[in-house]
């Protein structure tokens, strides 16, 4: 009888397949109905890992006797739908990714772990033939035994969280069991179909939005871009897309940049459908994260929202996938397996043959361009959705000015008047923590992290300085290290030193934070959002978390601290970035019926791209940008590429990244269709006590690119040099530092 081998996939940096025999005690019949996607228990070296399956074949890399068996199957049942794995494996080819490691992040932490993908079974208490026989009346002393034996005489059981609304203890239940009135069963526990699929009317489209609407095809793979300026109704949009694409008995998966818009995204969808709704994002616990990872593969979730790892949710019925916010950097994935969940999006849907919308107030210039050219479908919404107008600009220059604490007198006043005016103000700043760094007065120290070329920023809540970059803490010093003065200042504005500031400047009104410090509870955004919400006079400080898609009706004057960051950026994508902050931070103003005003403090007022921006828009900037970018040969003209190395030993790195460049010129040779840059250092050279360098990769095509890394990556993985320096590879990386 002919021996089956199992191709695997392990979450290991190497990038290649393993071979393994089948389980000692599993029959070949069994083996043969092995699917790709099951999860494998597997000894590697002197650990037990999970697996995953990739196929069944006949021959092995290597001899049978040097195989090892697996341990067994976790769970018969793949937990890689076919769509799903397939676009793993596309995925790890594409960005030159250990295909292990690409089909771990795809899965939810628990069946990492080893765990079955299992609908959760809840404790359901029901009443036993002797409970539904007891007369009325006795348990008289009992009064909350009683109510419950009552409550269970009108339904076929409860539920805990049915006990908690009903203020029923658990500690009731335990007397009845032992009398044998009531009993305790496991059971899954899956929404009630509705027959409707709406639970609120939709709002009426203005004949823009309609239009829009009506270009979206519902029955075939198209990729649309939705160019909406801020507060034009996108939402909407995306709310009765989805609306039709249950109706058609099919699933949403719905993408959006940061887990702070999920509380506010959530409830307007589940304002709107009478459907299970679920969301996906690092804020769960593993439990919540696998629960609704299986609601959406077992279709019980009809519409599904969740942050980048969500790309992968399997969906039993796919009908369409949204990406909200599709500029935003934070979709590409900075470290280990790099991969872009909207670009994966475009592919996904291409798979599956639905359609994909892509939404923006400020596109990402890549898809602007894709929309230009044709790939994508355009679709605009140029005017803000009801009565809301956009909101008045002004640019401010604060050159030879005297500010206090970063707020120019005419800033202060205007936000004086919004406050008297009972309504909401936004202050945009986006630099956590009290201030960015500390000096001292006398002799110029500064509080530099010793592990990074970067500053150490100053925190008051708790009192410490933090390096940003690599996490180093350390306590505020009393004295100067060099001179040992006690003239230590806080250099510059931080989300901390401006609330402060504020305040003590209107001490009757309200101050919110909101940044990453004052947001780490689970339900600290929601809280927040929900006092912005209940329309109190105050005032909102925070980073760009309060740029990203937020509706606050009630806000009319937003505040930009500092309009000059991004302009003077080693990023070539540095101007675009700012650009987009800038009006998105701007959109938060008048979205309802009061006008909204926008004050954008600047030390450059007359620079072209401020000029462009602000008397032009952000399409006028980005013609400007794509034409430099046209001019420079870069993205998205061209394709990058970065292979990075890191040592405590910078020659290391240098000489690393040296060898790499030689090898791949003899392939691949410098020319007008493929060019090399460096190795150089990166932006900050050293991080996390390691030295960090960069090997850029510049092609006119993909595809020349893309066998050049694959060879390349093949080779580096054998060089002894390799073992010695971390390494890696980002494919059309997003951030050039």
Request: glycine content about 6%; proline content about 7%; charged content about 20%.
């Amino acid at each position: 009888m002919p021996t089956v081998f199992l191709q695997v996939a392990i979450p290991t940096p190497l990038r290649r397949r393993f071979d393994y025999l089948p389980p000692v005690d599993m029959p070949l019949e069994q083996v043969a109905l092995l699917r790709p996607g099951t999860l494998l228990r597997l000894p590697f070296g002197h650990q037990e890992v999970v697996g995953v399956l990739l196929s069944l074949h006949q021959e092995a890399s290597v001899a049978a006797n040097q195989l090892r068996h697996a341990l067994g199957v976790i769970d018969e049942l793949p937990a890689f739908m076919p769509d799903v794995l397939a676009l793993c494996l596309w995925a790890a080819d594409y960005y030159q990714s250990p295909v292990g490691e690409a089909l771990h992040t795809a899965l939810p932490a628990l069946l990492r772990q080893g765990e079955m993908a299992r609908l959760r079974t809840e404790p359901i208490y029901h009443l036993t033939t002797a409970g539904k026989g007891l007369p009325a009346g006795s348990l008289k002393r009992a009064p909350r035994q009683a109510a419950l034996l009552a409550a269970l005489q009108d339904t076929p059981y409860l539920t805990r969280a049915d006990l908690q609304i009903l203020d029923i203890p658990t500690t009731t239940i335990k007397p009845l069991m032992k009398k044998g009135l009531v009993a305790c069963s496991e059971q899954v526990l899956t929404p009630e179909s509705t027959q409707t699929t709406l639970r609120e009317q939709p709002l009426i489209l203005n004949p823009e939005q309609a239009e829009v609407l009506e270009k979206i095809n519902l029955d075939q793979f198209q990729v649309s871009l939705l160019d909406g300026a801020t507060g034009s109704g996108k939402t909407e949009i995306y709310l009765q897309a989805i609306a039709r694409t249950l109706a058609q008995g099919k699933q949403a998966l719905v993408l959006i940049p940061e887990i702070g818009l999920t509380p506010q995204t959530l409830q307007r969808f589940q304002r709107r459908f009478a459907v299970p709704v679920v969301a996906l994002h690092s804020g769960l616990n593993d439990r919540e994260r696998l629960d609704a990872w299986v609601q959406a593969r077992e279709g019980i979730a009809r519409v599904v929202i969740g942050t980048r790892s969500a790309i992968f949710t399997p969906l039993k019925e796919p009908g369409i996938i949204i990406v909200d916010e599709e500029h935003d950097n934070s979709f590409k994935q900075q470290d280990g397996f790099r991969y872009s969940a909207r670009d994966l999006a475009v592919m996904r849907a291409s798979q599956l043959k639905i359609p994909l919308l892509l939404g923006s107030a400020t596109p990402a210039l890549e898809s602007l361009n894709n929309a230009q050219q044709g790939r994508y479908q355009y679709l605009r919404l140029t005017r803000r959705a009801g009565s809301a107008v956009p909101p008045s600009i002004q640019l401010l220059d604060i050159r030879a000015q005297p500010l206090h604490e970063g707020f120019a007198q005419d800033t202060l006043k205007a936000i004086a008047l919004e406050i008297q005016a009972r309504h909401q103000v936004l202050i945009f700043i986006n630099r956590r923590g009290y201030a960015p760094t500390l000096q001292c007065h006398d002799c110029g120290w500064l509080a530099n992290c010793n592990h990074c070329d970067a500053r150490m920023t100053v925190h008051q809540q708790p009192r410490h300085l933090h390096c940003h970059h690599c996490d180093h803490q350390r306590p505020l010093p009393s004295r100067c290290p060099s001179c040992h003065s006690h003239q230590l200042q806080p250099l510059g504005q931080g989300t901390e030193r401006s609330e402060e500031a504020l305040r003590q400047l209107f001490p009757q009104t309200r101050i919110l934070r909101v940044d990453r410090d004052s947001t780490r509870g689970k339900h600290a955004m929601h809280r927040l959002l929900d006092e912005v919400q209940s329309g109190e006079p105050c005032i909102l400080v925070g980073t760009q978390m309060l740029a990203k898609g937020h509706h606050f009706p009630l806000v009319t004057l937003v505040v930009i601290i500092d309009a000059d960051a991004g302009l003077f950026s080693a990023d070539f994508r540095g101007p675009e970035r700012m650009g987009q902050l800038l009006l998105q931070v701007a959109g938060r103003a008048g979205r309802a019926d009061k006008p909204g005003t926008v004050i954008l403090q600047s030390h450059h007022t007359e620079h072209p791209l401020v000029q462009t921006l602000m008397l032009q828009g952000y399409h006028a900037l980005a013609e400007l940008l794509l034409h430099e970018r046209r001019i420079t040969q870069l993205p998205p003209y061209r394709h990058l590429a970065l292979l990075r190395a890191e040592s405590k030993r910078p020659e290391l790195a240098v000489e690393f990244l040296r060898l790499a460049r030689a090898q791949a010129e003899q392939w691949q040779p410098s020319s007008h269709h493929f060019s090399y840059l460096g190795p150089l250092p990166a932006m900050m050279e050293k991080r996390g006590d390691r030295f960090r360098y960069q090997l850029q990769f510049n092609s006119a095509q993909r595809k020349p690119l893309q066998q050049l890394l694959a060879q390349l990556t093949a080779q580096l993985e054998n060089e002894a040099l390799g073992k010695r320096v971390r390494w890696s590879i980002d494919v059309d990386p997003q951030e050039m530092n």
